[in-house]
């Protein structure tokens, strides 16, 4: 049984931005012209300027110049729909469900760089948890930034979840092990920790990722159950950087791709696809507890197709 499912009415609202910049740019570029080499060399631009990734790009116009060389394709509508069918195939039935416990609490470790969205989204996903009538517990586990755990607080209080919060400025691992402690003695489903944003090149940081994982590991059999790794969709390039470095070093299972609202370049999921094999799982439309949607490559293109 699927966890979640996405709404293609919401996640097209989400990518108003892209809709109208990227693929509307590919829209009025194709619409109604005879294909010739002119139209694809703009179309290989725009492909390339819409974050698509130099690869993606590279593969998708290899198959159309053929397509296009052998006749199979003739005009730019043509080449919208063969687009639309050649992005679907970048994602083949994979496992994009959260990896949760059988029995026991299941843990949940966010991690990523400062002010990507770390905090909204757990808000957004335990809001999702809940949905599915599963209880949840918030660690607040970055003690660093002044006000982060009150903004943590914040979100419990209005969804009605617990938290497990420490000292300011205290040890984060401290924080996941008293949470991991309460989600158990508590029964409660998923524990999902927060953590404070660091670069992929704060190696001192990236030690404490890796310890509050050895502390959960240590406490709660198979966790943790997942590495979500939050990706701010408007830092185009950078994000496709974080993932590659985080994706090494920290163990992530899973992306969240946040604030896809917020650009027009909506190419950065087939961009994270094409460097890493490190599934997306859900994406960010937004700032409220409902703007969350699973990513499902099928809902994605469609709605980022649809007028
Ligand atoms: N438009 C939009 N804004 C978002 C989305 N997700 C988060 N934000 C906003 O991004 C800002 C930063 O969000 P936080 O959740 O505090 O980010 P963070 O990664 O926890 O930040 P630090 O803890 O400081 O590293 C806030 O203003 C959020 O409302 C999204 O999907 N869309
Ligand atoms: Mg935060």
């Known amino acids: 049984m699927k966890l979640f499912r996405a709404t293609i009415g919401a996640i097209k609202k989400g990518l108003d931005r892209t809709r109208e910049g990227f693929v509307g740019g590919l829209r009025s570029l194709l619409r109604g012209r005879k294909l010739d080499e002119a139209l694809l060399s703009a179309l ?36 919208l729909e063969f687009l639309k069918h050649d992005l679907i195939a970048m994602w083949p039935p994979a496992d994009r469900e959260l990896n949760l416990a059988v029995d026991g609490p299941s843990v949940i470790l966010v991690t990523g760089v400062n002010g990507v969205g770390k905090t909204t ?16 517990l918030l660690g607040a586990c970055d003690t660093f930034r002044a006000g982060a755990v009150r903004q943590l607080e914040i979100w419990a209080e209005r969804l009605g979840v617990d938290i497990v919060k420490g000292q300011q400025g205290g040890d984060p691992a401290a924080v996941a092990f008293d949470a991991c402690q309460a989600g158990k003695a508590r029964g409660v489903d998923v524990v999902i920790l927060d953590t404070a944003g660091r670069l992929q090149t704060q190696d001192p940081l990236m030690r404490q990722l890796t310890k509050i994982r050895g502390v959960v590991a240590k406490h709660i059999e198979g966790g943790p ?12 390039q950078n994000a496709l950087r974080q993932a590659e470095a985080f994706g090494e070093s920290a163990g992530v299972t899973g992306i969240m791709l946040t604030k896809l609202d917020g650009t027009a370049k909506g190419g950065i999921v087939v961009a994270i696809r094409e460097s890493t ?26 709605a980022l197709f649809s007028e």
């Open 225 to 236: 159950h997942e590495v979500l790794l939050v990706l701010d969709a408007t830092s185009g």
């Open 121 to 136: 989204s757990i808000a957004k996903l335990a809001r999702l948890l809940q949905l599915q009538n599963k209880t949840v």
């Open 277 to 302: 094999d490190i599934p997306v799982k859900f994406i960010g439309v937004g700032e409220t507890p409902e703007d969350i949607q699973p990513f499902e490559p099928e809902v994605f293109v469609e």
């Open 44 to 79: 290989e631009k725009q492909m390339i300027e819409g974050d698509l990734g130099v690869r993606t790009t590279g593969r998708l116009m290899a198959e159309l110049r053929r397509a296009y060389k052998e006749r199979e394709i003739e005009t730019g509508d043509q080449v």
